[in-house]
């Protein structure tokens, strides 16, 4: 007979017996070098900081940052689907948002970039709001397709709208921010000022999503990804915390999408296909669904992944859809993720 | 005018209707959306081309072949993106067969390229003429077949063995286990039949429009989807009449609003009809099946 030790343990606290560990090695191994300590994140900075400065190539750093980009695609994606547990297959429409109000606020209107950020922002929480009303009445496969839908309405509505979106030849020229400061002008058109740029907007992310995981919003999304009917008789808004989820996630990415605009000096509906969101979502499934460390080293592992085995790039999205299908039969929690609660104290 | 336009949208409704049965069928036994439904209409379509093109086999021939290994494609649909997952979470068996759906479509187009193929079909009779609209004879046999396809499935599942063992099996699976119902096989058969139908509606599609796609299946597949969901999911003449309802919605959004979005209109009517009337119209107030996780 074990004696029963391990007083701090509330996981186990229901059940004496022990329980199969839901963290992964790679979680434990993280702890054992003390990824969370100050230092070794301000290690971490320091190293992201000096990039520019190691990598020379235009190719190299047009990778990096495309990294930093899917980072905050991928977190946002997370929120909904990591945080909250409801799948979203049409993440490219908030994208996709975001990506045309910076073209044609700028473009057309001659607005400045940093005000497009938060113009794109509040459409991308409108949509995700009005995206979340159905989630209140239908679940999983349902919405699933709901999003699906959605997502190809955005773009279709991208395809054809040639008064504002010219359709299909898309919006070139869009010109590249500007940082003035009293007669001192800065203008992001650089690898290392796009690289910068972009990193901030990781920053903030990361900063936004650990903060909201922490707080009582994030707990609510828990609840809800857990037991959506426990969550409720516990009192927890679902019309509420799902609109929220979305809102949340379709901001991340909005600005994903303005950055993006800006670093291609032009958008066009091909970026945005249901493609595109399906390598949206194989991020955070490697990483570990609702694991934010998970979230960042899926995005660099999904896109540099690429880039390195060049000579198969043709068959990329037969490599992602098998590798989606075996992810989920072997190691559904993802290298970072938790078990979610069905799977680890299976009834 | 009219009367030209009707027949179309009665033979798009047919397309539709015939492949919404088969997300209908599969939904009614494991209670998901097989996504890679809108592949299986795909490569039914390209196998039947495929061996018309490349080992000049007739039509009828070629098209009973294509059908055939397009079930063996759904069953090896449901041998590896379901069966390993059966007990597994619902949120891991949709991404893995959106995954498999992703793999399939890609393999497709790695097979077969990425642009479009003809699908040319020689059906050499006049056209029907009746009270002065034209029916090109390819329309007549596409509403033929389908009729015939969904009168035969409708007497498999009422009066055979089999059929019944189907009803059982998504009556209650627990309790058909116990009646002695192999509910593996029941799995498969219905796999096999749901693909057989959706391989058929795929090549129907190919004989109306005359071209072919790697990315056909998706939008198709959405649309039967949105068929299955408004006639009520797991009813299977729910699906035959929402498949006929959505082909009229669909070419007449497309004929008096905008035909750029008639893709947007069926995709908007599938949303709508979720919110507001989840079990589908024809759907028995079944409420639970569309809301409820188990």
């Given at each position: 007979m074990?004696?029963?030790?391990?007083?701090?343990?509330?996981?186990?606290?229901?059940?004496?017996?022990?329980?199969?560990s839901?963290?992964?090695?790679?979680?434990?191994?993280?702890?054992?070098?003390?990824?969370s300590?100050?230092?070794?994140?301000?290690?971490?900075?320091?190293?992201?900081?000096?990039?520019?400065?190691?990598?020379?190539?235009?190719?190299?750093?047009?990778?990096?940052?495309?990294?930093?980009?899917y980072?905050?695609?991928?977190?946002?994606?997370?929120?909904?689907?990591?945080?909250?547990?409801?799948?979203?297959?049409?993440?490219?429409?908030?994208?996709?948002?975001?990506?045309?109000?910076?073209?044609?606020l700028?473009?057309?209107?001659?607005?400045?970039?940093?005000?497009?950020?938060?113009?794109?922002?509040?459409?991308?929480?409108?949509?995700?709001?009005?995206?979340?009303f159905?989630?209140?009445?239908?679940?999983?496969?349902?919405?699933?397709?709901?999003?699906?839908?959605?997502?190809?309405?955005?773009?279709?509505?991208?395809?054809?709208?040639?008064?504002?979106?010219?359709?299909?030849?898309?919006?070139?020229?869009?010109?590249?921010?500007?940082?003035?400061?009293?007669?001192?002008?800065?203008?992001?058109?650089?690898?290392?000022?796009?690289?910068?740029?972009?990193?901030?907007?990781v920053?903030?992310?990361?900063?936004?999503?650990?903060?909201?995981?922490?707080?009582?919003?994030?707990?609510?999304?828990?609840?809800?990804?857990?037991?959506?009917?426990?969550?409720?008789?516990?009192g927890?808004?679902?019309?509420?915390?799902?609109?929220?989820?979305?809102?949340?996630?379709?901001?991340?990415?909005?600005?994903?999408?303005?950055?993006?605009?800006?670093?291609?000096?032009?958008?066009?509906?091909?970026?945005?296909?249901?493609?595109?969101?399906?390598?949206?979502?194989?991020i955070?499934?490697?990483?570990?669904?609702?694991?934010?460390?998970?979230?960042?080293?899926?995005?660099?592992?999904?896109?540099?992944?690429?880039?390195?085995?060049?000579?198969?790039?043709?068959?990329?999205?037969?490599?992602?859809?098998?590798?989606?299908?075996?992810?989920?039969?072997?190691?559904?929690?993802?290298?970072?993720?938790?078990?979610?609660?069905?799977?680890?104290?299976?009834? | 005018?009219?009367?030209?336009?009707?027949v179309?949208?009665?033979?798009?409704?047919?397309?539709?209707?015939?492949?919404?049965?088969?997300?209908?069928?599969?939904?009614?036994?494991?209670?998901?959306?097989?996504?890679?439904?809108?592949?299986?209409?795909?490569?039914?379509?390209?196998?039947?081309?495929?061996?018309?093109?490349?080992?000049?086999?007739?039509?009828?021939?070629?098209?009973?072949?294509?059908?055939?290994?397009?079930?063996?494609?759904?069953?090896?649909?449901?041998?590896?993106?379901?069966?390993?997952?059966?007990?597994?979470?619902?949120?891991?068996?949709?991404?893995?067969?959106?995954?498999?759906?992703?793999?399939?479509?890609?393999?497709?187009?790695?097979?077969?390229?990425?642009?479009?193929?003809?699908?040319e079909?020689?059906?050499?009779?006049?056209?029907?003429?009746?009270?002065?609209?034209?029916?090109?004879?390819?329309?007549?046999?596409?509403?033929?077949?389908?009729?015939?396809?969904?009168?035969?499935?409708?007497?498999?599942i009422?009066?055979?063995?089999?059929?019944?063992?189907?009803?059982?099996?998504?009556?209650?699976?627990?309790?058909?286990?116990?009646?002695g119902?192999?509910?593996?096989?029941?799995?498969?058969?219905?796999?096999?039949?749901?693909?057989?139908?959706g391989?058929?509606?795929?090549?129907?599609?190919?004989?109306?429009?005359?071209?072919?796609?790697?990315?056909?299946?998706?939008?198709?597949?959405?649309?039967?989807?949105?068929?299955?969901?408004?006639?009520?999911?797991?009813?299977?003449?729910?699906?035959?009449?929402?498949?006929?309802?959505?082909?009229?919605?669909?070419?007449?959004?497309?004929?008096?609003?905008?035909?750029?979005?008639?893709?947007?209109?069926?995709?908007?009517?599938?949303?709508?009809?979720?919110?507001?009337?989840?079990?589908?119209?024809?759907?028995?107030?079944?409420?639970?099946?569309?809301?409820?996780?188990?």
């Amino acid at each position: 007979m074990n004696k029963p030790s391990r007083l701090d343990d509330h996981e186990g606290s229901s059940q004496p017996q022990a329980l199969p560990s839901s963290k992964s090695p790679l979680i434990r191994m993280a702890e054992r070098f003390g990824f969370s300590n100050w230092y070794t994140r301000a290690l971490i900075l320091a190293f992201c900081l000096v990039i520019p400065f190691i990598v020379q190539s235009n190719y190299g750093m047009r990778v990096i940052i495309y990294i930093g980009l899917y980072i905050v695609l991928a977190l946002g994606l997370n929120v909904v689907m990591g945080f909250t547990g409801l799948l979203n297959i049409g993440h490219a429409a908030f994208y996709a948002i975001g990506a045309y109000a910076t073209a044609i606020l700028t473009v057309h209107y001659g607005m400045s970039f940093w005000f497009t950020i938060p113009v794109g922002m509040v459409l991308g929480i409108l949509l995700g709001v009005i995206l979340g009303f159905p989630t209140l009445r239908v679940r999983d496969d349902y919405l699933a397709m709901v999003t699906l839908g959605f997502g190809q309405i955005v773009y279709i509505v991208a395809n054809n709208w040639m008064g504002l979106t010219k359709g299909p030849r898309g919006i070139p020229g869009i010109p590249p921010p500007t940082i003035r400061f009293s007669g001192w002008k800065l203008v992001i058109d650089s690898y290392p000022s796009y690289y910068y740029l972009i990193l901030f907007f990781v920053l903030i992310t990361i900063y936004a999503c650990v903060r909201v995981r922490n707080s009582r919003v994030g707990l609510a999304w828990m609840a809800i990804r857990e037991d959506e009917d426990v969550a409720a008789v516990m009192g927890i808004n679902l019309v509420f915390y799902k609109t929220m989820a979305f809102g949340f996630s379709a901001a991340l990415g909005a600005l994903a999408g303005s950055f993006f605009a800006v670093f291609q000096t032009f958008v066009s509906p091909n970026s945005f296909t249901i493609l595109e969101s399906v390598i949206i979502i194989t991020i955070p499934i490697l990483g570990g669904l609702g694991s934010i460390p998970g979230t960042i080293i899926g995005a660099i592992v999904m896109i540099a992944a690429p880039e390195i085995f060049r000579a198969a790039s043709e068959y990329r999205m037969v490599i992602l859809g098998a590798f989606m299908v075996v992810m989920m039969i072997f190691k559904p929690e993802g290298l970072f993720g938790k078990k979610l609660y069905e799977q680890t104290y299976k009834v | 005018m009219f009367w030209q336009q009707f027949v179309n949208w009665i033979n798009l409704g047919a397309m539709y209707a015939l492949m919404a049965i088969g997300y209908t069928m599969v939904y009614g036994i494991i209670k998901l959306i097989n996504f890679a439904h809108g592949e299986i209409f795909m490569f039914g379509a390209f196998f039947t081309w495929w061996f018309m093109t490349a080992l000049s086999i007739p039509f009828p021939l070629a098209s009973l072949i294509g059908v055939m290994l397009a079930c063996v494609v759904g069953v090896g649909v449901e041998r590896i993106a379901y069966r390993p997952l059966r007990n597994a979470p619902r949120f891991a068996i949709l991404i893995s067969v959106l995954g498999m759906s992703i793999f399939l479509q890609n393999m497709a187009r790695i097979i077969w390229g990425a642009e479009f193929q003809t699908f040319e079909v020689d059906l050499p009779y006049p056209p029907l003429m009746m009270g002065g609209v034209v029916i090109p004879v390819k329309k007549v046999f596409i509403l033929l077949t389908s009729l015939v396809l969904m009168i035969g499935l409708a007497l498999f599942i009422q009066k055979t063995y089999l059929g019944k063992a189907m009803r059982a099996a998504a009556a209650d699976r627990e309790a058909a286990e116990m009646m002695g119902i192999n509910v593996n096989s029941v799995i498969i058969l219905t796999f096999v039949v749901g693909s057989a139908l959706g391989a058929v509606a795929g090549i129907l599609y190919a004989v109306n429009y005359n071209s072919i796609d790697p990315i056909m299946g998706f939008n198709a597949g959405m649309k039967a989807f949105a068929a299955a969901v408004l006639g009520g999911i797991g009813n299977i003449y729910g699906a035959m009449f929402g498949g006929i309802l959505l082909g009229f919605l669909e070419g007449i959004g497309a004929a008096y609003i905008s035909s750029m979005y008639r893709d947007a209109i069926a995709f908007g009517l599938l949303i709508l009809v979720l919110i507001f009337r989840p079990q589908g119209l024809l759907g028995e107030g079944k409420y639970e099946q569309a809301i409820k996780v188990r």
